[in-house]
């Protein structure tokens, strides 16, 4: 019978050849050379190999955690395939195909000439990409968003007039840039053209309105947006649950809202505080170079008392970075890019400068803690590491725990006494009124039919948000459904188990070993997290563990 293990090696093999891009910015070798296979049959042929993986790994016994990681993220692919998203997403920019090689590739830094020829092949086999992708999207009764259609135009218009092309960057200064810009500018930006006409003349035209955005108005959509809720969170809550949940939890902030308001603006209600956060001006950024100086003293701030709430700190650090130009019209608020295994790229928190005299000053030291420290940066920096692991224990894509993790690491900055003031402890409060009005609207377009105006007012009435970052995190939820229900779910579960830990052990809890715990497994679904923890109550009371891995939805 085959081993956990080897299941775990045979299904990141096929999880990377989903997403060789991905690999490469990983830093695992082998391929640099190639793109996805976004064709119907290449799908049908990886999704028989997964569903074959998933069986076998629910056969055994062996290392029931590992066992349950391939069965959860076998499963989870299973669904991504079934729900055809790339037939439809164009513009989101950690989703759509196109959009996401634009902003992947120039990230790329090939390490010698052999991982230098095979960017070059990569760069070649691009316009056969992107004619398979506009011939499985010309074919397709999943008609997309006309709105989302019209900004992926624009941002391909974008790319198209660079004077220097940034593909191009990761040959830069070498012996090959002559041939790759010869390549680029004959073979490959020619295809990005024929493929934006594609959208332009044959898309764009039929794309849904803004009155119908959500996957419920797609064939299979009822059926898809639950197995795809179900793969984010790894709970088995339905999209009325979490719609619910969503609606409690934003009314239980007010409440949060008024007590810290008070202190900052005096008496007044909880939206008081919030038309108060977004009304004054001296609460915006003056330009974009202010936004990256606060952040990295942030992450600077939280490096300093790491040590007294973890038992092991990454020993790289997290830098912070603009997020390129060119993405930055259709890239979300902030986002975190994994370190490269073998050190050629560190773990970067990107935060997007564009518009910045639009964007608020006081949600920016929970976004650095989210993103960089004690968040995403802690969490993946460290999984890296886990050399006793396979490795697709450490790359797991288990949603509700990475953000999960993340969203708990903004509090958890609050007991850290990391907020700088009353204001950034609202803009703490502004982050958690997000997640939560998420889980409605999310919901809201996929299940319940809602317009993508519909979603727009929730937002304006119960998340602190300037319109410049309301319209792009509904566009987000439009293209990459469920995904944006993991944060609020995982942080949920995590502050559920730590309570449920500080109660069992008493005076023997200890919060550096807690989180240790929760970070040395890497990515876990999160019932085998529940009994991960279970399992270390026992061990410190001296008693047996409850159970085994548990169950796992997907």
């Known amino acids: 019978m085959t081993t956990a293990r080897e299941l775990a090696d045979e299904l990141l093999t096929l999880v990377l050849d989903a997403d060789p891009v991905m690999a490469t910015l990983l830093g695992i070798p082998g391929w640099d050379h190639r793109l996805p296979d976004h064709s119907a049959e290449g799908t049908r042929v ?54 996401v090689l634009l902003a992947a590739l120039p990230m790329v830094r090939p390490g010698d000439d052999e991982a230098r020829r095979a960017y070059l092949t990569r760069l070649a086999a691009l316009p056969d990409h992107l004619d398979a992708l506009a011939a499985r999207q010309r074919t397709s009764d999943r008609r997309p968003v006309r709105h989302l259609v019209d900004a992926a135009v624009a941002r391909l218009d974008r790319y198209l007039a660079e004077a220097e092309d940034p593909l191009g960057t990761p040959l830069k200064g070498s012996d090959l840039a002559s041939r790759g810009a010869e390549l680029l500018a004959g073979e490959v930006r020619p295809a990005f053209a024929r493929y934006r006409d594609f959208l332009r003349t044959e898309i764009a035209g039929r794309g849904r309105g803004e009155d ?20 984010y969170t790894t709970t088995g809550h339905t999209p009325e649950e979490l719609h619910r949940i969503g609606l409690d939890l934003i009314a ?24 108060r956060l977004l009304a004054d001006p001296g609460l915006r950024w003056a330009g974009a170079d202010d936004m990256l100086v606060p952040a990295r003293e942030c992450i600077a701030r939280a490096e300093r008392v790491a040590a007294d709430w973890f038992g092991t700190v990454p020993s790289a650090r997290c830098a912070v970075e603009p997020v390129p130009e060119a993405e930055a019209p259709n890239a979300p608020l902030a986002y975190y890019m994994d370190p490269a295994m073998d050190g050629s790229r560190p773990g970067t928190y990107f935060v997007n400068t564009h518009r910045a005299h639009e964007r608020d000053r006081f949600s920016a030291e929970a976004t650095a803690f989210h993103e960089g420290v004690p968040g995403h940066h802690f969490q993946i920096a460290l999984a890296q590491r ?56 999310d919901t809201g377009l996929h299940a319940m039919g809602w317009s993508r105006q519909q979603a727009v007012d929730y937002l304006r009435a119960n998340a602190v948000m300037p319109d410049v970052d309301i319209f792009a995190e509904v566009d987000r939820y439009i293209e990459n459904p469920a995904q944006a229900l993991s944060y609020m779910v995982g942080r949920l579960e995590i502050q559920r188990l730590r309570g449920d830990a500080e109660r069992r052990l008493g005076d023997r809890f200890d919060i550096r070993a807690f989180h240790d715990l929760v970070l040395r497994g890497g990515p876990l679904p999160m019932a085998v997290l529940a009994d991960v923890v279970d399992g270390w109550c026992a061990s410190v009371l001296g008693v047996g563990p409850v159970g085994g891995a548990g169950p796992v939805e997907g």
């Open 212 to 231: 119908r955005p959500g996957l419920c108005w797609l064939p299979d959509g009822e059926r898809i947006y639950p197995e795809l809720v179900r793969f």
């Open 46 to 99: 990886l999704r028989a190999r997964v569903e074959d993986v998933a069986r076998r790994a629910g056969e055994g016994a062996d290392d029931p955690v590992t066992r349950a990681v391939v069965v959860q993220q076998a499963r989870g692919l299973v669904h991504r395939l079934d729900a055809n998203l790339v037939e439809h997403t164009h513009a989101e920019g950690l989703n759509a195909p196109v959009v």
């Open 252 to 275: 239980a902030l007010d409440r949060e809202y008024e007590e810290i308001g008070a202190r900052v603006f005096g008496p007044v209600t909880a939206a008081g505080v919030r038309a």
């Open 386 to 441: 886990l050399d006793d692991l396979p490795l697709l224990r450490r790359f797991a894509s288990v949603e509700a725990y990475l953000e999960g993790w993340a969203l708990y690491a903004e509090r958890l900055a609050d007991e850290m006494g990391l907020y700088s003031d009353g204001v950034a402890r609202l803009g703490m409060l502004s982050g958690d009124s997000l997640r939560a009005a998420r889980l409605v609207v």
